[in-house]
C-alpha cells in the first residue's frame, strides 16, 4: 500500500511555534504517514547576486530540520523524512549524529533523504568547495552507513579521515534508510547504485518512466533488486481535491511507494488553510482517520 504523508510548508508556517505544532498534529490526527522537510541553510540575498533566478533568497523562512524533527518527535506519531538534506556542505559525523538521535527518539521512524545541493553561496558561506561536491557526496554516503551500523571505524579517504571513532546512540535502525534527490542522469544512476528511495523531481509520464529505467538498470548493474528501491511522489494541492485521487492512482502505477500532499505553492498563508487543505486532501484519498476528523 502507498504511504502517503504530507510536505512541510516551509515558507507558510513563519516562527510560531503553536502553529507548527498544529500542523504537525493535525496531519498526523487525519491519518498522514509522515512528514516531508526541506533544508537550506543560507539563502542568497537578490540585490549582491544580481540575476539570481532560484526561487529561494534571503527572505524565504526554512526551518532547520533536525531541530524541527526533534519538536515534531515529541508530539506526533509521524515519520519524519527529510527531503533533502544538503550533504556535502555538512560534516559527515554530525548528520550522522543528528540522524541517529531522530532516529532514537522516533523509535526508528525517519527516513533522511540527502542530495548534493545547488546553491554556491550556501557552500561558501559554510567553508566547502562547491565544485567536488560530488565527489565528497559519494565517500559521505558509505561513511553514514558505517556510523550507524558500527562501533567505531577507521576511514582514509579523498575527503575525509576517522581514527577509531563512532556515535553513541546509534540509530534503531540500521543503517537509516537513505533516499536520494536529484534529476540527472549521473543523478538516476547513483540512485540505483546506492540509494534505498528516491525523489522524483517531475511527474508520471514519459520523462519518470525514462528516469526509473535509468534507476532500475544501475540497480540491476550493481547486484541489486530494483523493485527494493522506494519512490515517493509529489500530489500539489491547487485549492480543490479534484484530481488528486487520479494523480495517486497515476503515480501507484508509475511505482511510488510514498507520496505526499504539498500545499506549498497555493497561495495559502495560515496555518488554518494548510490545516483544511489537508482535512480536505485526506478526505478524497481515503485515509483511514479522514472520517473521524
Not at 534571503?58 to 524541527?68: A, K, N, R, Y
Not at 511510488?256 to 478524497?284: F, M, Q, W
Request: a negative charge; charged letters at 20%.
Amino acid at each position: 500500500m502507498t504511504k502517503i504523508g504530507v510536505v512541510f510548508p516551509q515558507n507558510s508556517l513563519g516562527d510560531d511555534p503553536g502553529a507548527i505544532r498544529a500542523y504537525g498534529q493535525a496531519a498526523d490526527e487525519l491519518g498522514y504517514h509522515h512528514v516531508r522537510v526541506a533544508d537550506h541553510v543560507l539563502g542568497a540575498d537578490r540585490d549582491a547576486h544580481p540575476g539570481w533566478t532560484r526561487p529561494y533568497d534571503v527572505d524565504t523562512s526554512i526551518h532547520e530540520p533536525f531541530v524541527l524533527f526533534g519538536f515534531l518527535a515529541a508530539l506526533t506519531s509521524l515519520e519524519l523524512a527529510a527531503s533533502v538534506i544538503i550533504l556535502p556542505q555538512r560534516q559527515t559525523a554530525l548528520v550522522a549524529k543528528q540522524a541517529a538521535e531522530v532516529d532514537v527518539l522516533t523509535g526508528g521512524r525517519f527516513r533522511l533523504g540527502i542530495g548534493v545541493g545547488w546553491n554556491p553561496v550556501e557552500f561558501e558561506a559554510l567553508g566547502l568547495n562547491f565544485a567536488d561536491r560530488g565527489r565528497r557526496y559519494d565517500e559521505q554516503i558509505t561513511l553514514l552507513r558505517r556510523y550507524w551500523t558500527e562501533r567505531s571505524i577507521t576511514h582514509r579517504g579523498e575527503f575525509e579521515t576517522v581514527t577509531g571513532a563512532g556515535i553513541a546512540p546509534r540509530p534503531v535502525q540500521r543503517p537509516i534508510p537513505l533516499w536520494f534527490g536529484g534529476q540527472s542522469e549521473p543523478a538516476y544512476r547513483r540512485i540505483g547504485r546506492l540509494a534505498d528511495g528516491w525523489f522524483p523531481q517531475t511527474t508520471p509520464g514519459p520523462e519518470l518512466d525514462a528516469a526509473r529505467g535509468t534507476v532500475e538498470r544501475a540497480a540491476t548493474a550493481a547486484g541489486r533488486d530494483p523493485s527494493t528501491i522506494g519512490l515517493e511522489g509529489s500530489l500539489h494541492w491547487t485549492g480543490t481535491p479534484d484530481g488528486l485521487a487520479e494523480s495517486a492512482e497515476a503515480w501507484r502505477r508509475s511505482g511510488a511507494t510514498h507520496l505526499a500532499v504539498n500545499t506549498g505553492g497555493a497561495g495559502l498563508k495560515s496555518p488554518d488553510e494548510h490545516i483544511d487543505a489537508l482535512t480536505r486532501a485526506a478526505a478524497a484519498l481515503g485515509l483511514e482517520r479522514a472520517a473521524v476528523a
